[in-house]
């Protein structure tokens, strides 16, 4: 792989691993790149030969003990070549001992598992034409005016590792609409919606139970002239999917979250939408 030259990306270059992603079918948003950058700079990965793009990927240092892998593409014409072993060797490196997670389509999984990763559930995409859910009976507020510290520890509680910065950019980012519900100063329910190359993603959508869940996205659609959305959904959340079906939404494609090790113990039932596939 001598013909490889494998350096970190520069944050104005992490825009290709976006393209690449769209042209996937992946769907990324509008304002993911600059939105990615926030997180760990030094932890996107481009592989190039004869100075041009041939492998991308991250691997997205979260804290002490927790890193997410994603973007991890090699370009059509030079597939199947051993760029892409060397590019994810390269990503691996960069965690060092920390517990990587990643989404990775189902037929990888073979391929994920040899490299110490094991099956933890299924995030299952939904989409089509929105239709704002009736019965809103909370006062739904703008997810901006909720201090990020407390935003931030309730992600703690979904998420495997601290992610304030990336919080605060993806909350404030133009174009991207956030909703939350507060009751006696406790954040019942929130999320985010943003646009993307085709349609809308709604993630994270995090709420305490399918009532509240179904108000706050009923929140987010009606803010915006949404057209076609698009929501990963947690198998493990059966309420969740039972609700994504009576909006009328349909099974896209699925991936297979996977962990090398032991996360700290999440509440899953709380997961509604998936915050993105690339960094977790």
Known sequence: MSNLRIRRMRPDEISIAVDWAAAEGWNPGLADAACFSTVDPDGFFIGELDG????????INY??????????????????????????N???????????????VPAQQQNYK???FKLAYANIRFGGMAVAPDGQRDRVIALAEVPLALVSADDATVFPGPRAAFLRAWIGSPGHIGR???????????????????????????????????????????????GEIFIDIPNLNRDAIALAQDLRLAPVFETARMYT???PPLQMER?????????G
């Not at 593409?73 to 590019?87: E, P």
């Not at 390269?90 to 990775?104: E, K, M, P």
């Not at 997961?271 to 993105?276: A, L």
Request: include cysteine; charged fraction near 20%; glycine fraction near 16%.
């Open 52 to 59: 041009a793009p041939a492998a991308t990927i991250s691997c």
């Open 63 to 88: 804290g002490a003990s927790f890193a997410f892998l994603g973007f991890y593409i090699v370009r059509k014409d030079v597939r199947g070549c051993g760029y892409g072993l060397h590019i994810w």
């Open 90 to 104: 390269a990503a691996l490196a960069h965690a060092g001992a920390r517990v990587i997670g990643l989404d990775g």
């Open 114 to 116: 040899k490299a110490g």
């Open 180 to 226: 939350a519900i507060v009751r006696d100063g406790r954040l019942v329910a929130w999320g985010l919606m943003r646009p993307c190359r085709k349609g809308n993603k709604i993630g994270p959508l995090v709420a305490d139970d399918r009532n509240a869940a179904e108000a706050l996205l009923g929140a987010l659609l009606a803010g915006a002239d949404t």
């Open 261 to 263: 090790g032991a996360i």
């Open 271 to 279: 997961v509604f939408g998936v915050t993105t596939l690339e960094l």
